[in-house]
C-alpha cells in the first residue's frame, strides 16, 4: 500500500542534533522506502506563536532548510516547502476551527500547560495566551488534512497533536461527508528522548542543545559542557543514568554502545569519553556540514527550492480547499 508521509519543523531557534536525530533523519530514511510520497515543511506560522523576534525567525527559517537539505532531502523527488507560502493551509485552519470543539483543545497538552503556569504564579489564568496559541493544534491538523497524509512521523510530545487531528477529522468527515484521510502518527522507533548537556530534554527553550551544523569548535564545547559527576578516571562509572551515554547512545552503532559500556565500568575518564563522543559525532556530521556550507554559499538556492515546493503542492491544496468550501457551502455562486 502507499504511504504518503508528512512532517514539519517548527522554525525557532537552530537546528540541533535531537532535531536531526529524532526527525530529520527517521523521516529521510522513511521517504527512501517504496510506495513513499514525502511531505516536508517548515512551519513558520507555528513560530510566530512563541518567536516574536523577526530576525530570528528569518535566520531559523534559512537554518532549518538548510538542515534538510544538508541531510539528504532531495526537493525534486519529495515535497518541500514553507508553510506560509501556502495560503490554503490558512484557509482550511479556520474551516476547521469551525468544526473543532473548544473543549477539545481547552485539553491540549501545551495549553494546559501555560494555563498552569499561571495559576502557579497566582496570575490570571489567560495570561499571555494568545489565540494562537490555543489554536495551534488546528493549524497543525490543517497541516497534515490539507495534503491527505497517511502517515506522520513525530515525537511523542506530539502524539496528542494526531490525536485531535483525527478527531476534527472525523467530525468533518461525519457532519459534511467524507473529505479526509484519517492520518496514523509514526513515532521514531528507537523512540529516544535526546536530553542536552544538563540532562533535561533536549530543546531550544531550555538552552541546553547541542547544534546540528556548527563548527566543530562549537561542537566540542558543546559536548564539553555535557553535565557528568566528579568520578575520577580509574573509577568505574554507571552508564544507566549518564547524560554523555545517552546522547552517544542517540547515535552510535549498537558495537560501539557496547563498547563504551565497557569503558565506563573499566572507568574512562570523562575528558576521553567526551573526546571519544565527539570524534564519532563529528565524523558523523563531517559530510552535512561540507554540504551545508556549500549550500549556504549559494544566495538564491534556497529561495528557489522554496519557490518549486510551493509550485507543486499549491495546486494541491487548491483542488482539496475547492472541495472542502463546496462541502461546507462557500463554493462558488455559479
Ligand atoms: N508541532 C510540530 C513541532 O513543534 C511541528 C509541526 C507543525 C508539525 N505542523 C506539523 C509536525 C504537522 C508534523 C505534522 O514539533
Given at each position: 500500500?502507499?504511504?504518503?508521509?508528512?512532517?514539519?519543523i517548527t522554525t525557532t531557534g537552530i537546528p540541533?542534533?535531537?532535531?536531526?536525530?529524532?526527525?530529520?533523519?527517521?523521516?529521510?530514511?522513511?521517504?527512501?522506502?517504496?510506495?513513499?510520497?514525502?511531505?516536508?515543511?517548515l512551519a513558520d506560522l507555528h513560530a510566530i506563536i512563541k518567536q516574536t523576534n523577526p530576525n530570528e525567525i528569518k535566520v531559523s527559517v534559512n537554518e532549518v532548510a538548510l538542515?534538510?537539505?544538508?541531510?539528504?532531502?532531495?526537493?525534486?523527488?519529495?515535497?518541500?516547502?514553507r508553510q506560509s507560502n501556502?495560503p490554503?493551509?490558512t484557509?482550511?485552519?479556520?474551516?476547521?476551527?469551525?468544526?473543532?470543539?473548544?473543549?477539545?483543545?481547552?485539553?491540549?497538552?501545551?495549553?494546559?500547560?501555560?494555563?498552569?503556569?499561571?495559576?502557579?504564579?497566582?496570575?490570571?489564568?489567560?495570561?499571555?495566551?494568545s489565540?494562537g496559541l490555543?489554536?495551534?493544534?488546528?493549524l497543525?491538523?490543517?497541516?497534515?488534512?490539507?495534503?491527505?497524509?497517511?502517515?506522520?512521523?513525530?515525537?511523542?510530545?506530539?502524539?496528542?497533536?494526531?490525536?485531535?487531528?483525527?478527531?476534527?477529522?472525523?467530525?468533518?468527515?461525519?457532519?459534511?461527508?467524507?473529505?479526509?484521510?484519517?492520518?496514523?502518527?509514526?513515532?521514531?522507533?528507537?523512540?529516544?528522548?535526546?536530553?542536552?548537556?544538563?540532562?533535561?530534554?533536549?530543546?531550544k527553550s531550555?538552552?541546553?542543545?547541542?547544534?546540528?551544523?556548527?563548527?566543530?569548535?562549537?561542537?566540542?564545547?558543546?559536548?564539553?559542557?555535557?553535565?557528568?559527576?566528579?568520578?575520577?578516571?580509574?573509577?568505574?562509572?554507571?552508564?544507566?543514568?549518564?547524560?554523555?551515554?545517552?546522547?552517544?547512545?542517540?547515535?552510535?552503532?549498537?558495537?560501539?554502545?557496547?563498547?563504551?559500556?565497557?569503558?565506563?565500568?573499566?572507568?574512562?575518564?570523562?575528558?576521553?569519553?567526551?573526546?571519544?563522543?565527539?570524534?564519532?559525532?563529528?565524523?558523523?556530521?563531517?559530510?552535512?556540514?561540507?554540504?551545508?556550507?556549500?549550500?549556504?554559499?549559494?544566495?538564491?538556492?534556497l529561495d528557489?527550492?522554496l519557490?518549486?515546493?510551493?509550485?507543486?503542492?499549491?495546486?494541491?491544496?487548491?483542488?482539496?480547499?475547492?472541495?472542502?468550501?463546496?462541502?461546507?457551502?462557500?463554493?462558488?455562486?455559479?
Open positions: 500500500m502507499s504511504r504518503r508521509i508528512l512532517t514539519g540541533h542534533i535531537g532535531n536531526y536525530f529524532g526527525a530529520i533523519k527517521p523521516a529521510l530514511q522513511l521517504s527512501c522506502e517504496k510506495n513513499v510520497s514525502s511531505y516536508f515543511f538542515a534538510w537539505l544538508s541531510s539528504g532531502l532531495d526537493p525534486e523527488e519529495s515535497f518541500f516547502y501556502i490554503e493551509i484557509e482550511l485552519a479556520w474551516i476547521l476551527s469551525c468544526v473543532t470543539a473548544k473543549g477539545l483543545i481547552n485539553r491540549s497538552h501545551a495549553y494546559k500547560a501555560a494555563v498552569q503556569l499561571n495559576h502557579d504564579h497566582t496570575k490570571d489564568e489567560d495570561k499571555g495566551i489565540m490555543f489554536s495551534y493544534p488546528v497543525m491538523a490543517a497541516d497534515i488534512l490539507m495534503f491527505n497524509s497517511s502517515h506522520v512521523p513525530v515525537g511523542n510530545d506530539q502524539l496528542q497533536h494526531l490525536e485531535i487531528t483525527r478527531d476534527i477529522a472525523e467530525k468533518f468527515n461525519h457532519q459534511y461527508g467524507n473529505a479526509f484521510v484519517i492520518p496514523e502518527a509514526i513515532i521514531n522507533k528507537d523512540g529516544k528522548l535526546l536530553v542536552g548537556h544538563d540532562g533535561r530534554k533536549m530543546s531550555y538552552n541546553n542543545v547541542i547544534p546540528f551544523l556548527s563548527s566543530e569548535k562549537e561542537l566540542k564545547k558543546a559536548i564539553s559542557k555535557i553535565v557528568t559527576n566528579s568520578l575520577e578516571p580509574g573509577e568505574p562509572k554507571d552508564h544507566s543514568s549518564c547524560n554523555l551515554f545517552l546522547i552517544y547512545s542517540a547515535f552510535a552503532s549498537s558495537e560501539n554502545i557496547a563498547e563504551m559500556k565497557e569503558k565506563y565500568k573499566n572507568g574512562i575518564g570523562w575528558g576521553d569519553a567526551k573526546e571519544h563522543v565527539f570524534n564519532e559525532l563529528n565524523s558523523l556530521i563531517i559530510p552535512l556540514r561540507e554540504k551545508y556550507l556549500e549550500l549556504k554559499d549559494q544566495p538564491h538556492y528557489e527550492v519557490a518549486l515546493g510551493a509550485e507543486k503542492v499549491r495546486p494541491q491544496a487548491k483542488e482539496l480547499l475547492l472541495k472542502i468550501k463546496d462541502l461546507v457551502g462557500i463554493s462558488s455562486i455559479s
